[in-house]
């Protein structure tokens, strides 16, 4: 037999508990689903190509389909030959966040873009001589 604990209307106790469970089981494999995805989110450049994973998509552009690298006041972005533009999340500037924390991520990001723009002219000047 269920009892009314004081809660108006004489509604159960297990009553209110089941609601929370129903609401608070999806809310918390969410949560984790995002978790585990913004450890996943990175960028990675080897000998192959670039490698960006986002939160939603994974791109991977060889060296040989790149065709430009560029930072702005958003974050890092890319260009493949085929004309995709991709933003690369994890070197993305969120509007709104503290000054500090953005002017951060820009340097992070100018500093990716010239690191990668060095790589991708050595790769294209190797390609030429071969």
């Not at 006041?73 to 500090?100: N, P």
């Not at 002017?103 to 990668?116: F, G, N």
Request: avoid cysteine.
């Amino acid at each position: 037999m269920a009892t009314s604990l004081g809660v108006p209307g004489g509604v159960s106790i297990w009553f209110l508990l089941s609601d929370l469970v129903i609401v608070s089981v999806p809310l918390v494999l969410i949560l984790g689903v995002a978790l585990v995805r913004n450890w996943q989110v990175r960028l990675v450049a080897d000998d192959e190509g670039i490698l960006v994973v986002n939160w939603i998509r994974t791109h991977h552009v060889s060296w040989n389909g790149l065709a430009k690298v560029w930072s702005d006041d958003s974050g890092l972005w890319l260009r493949a030959d085929d004309g995709r533009v991709i933003d690369v999340g994890v070197l993305s500037t969120v509007e709104g966040s503290l000054d500090f924390v953005q002017e951060r991520q820009r340097r992070e990001s100018r500093s990716a873009a010239r690191r990668l723009n060095e790589i991708l002219r050595r790769k294209q000047r190797a390609r030429r001589k071969a």
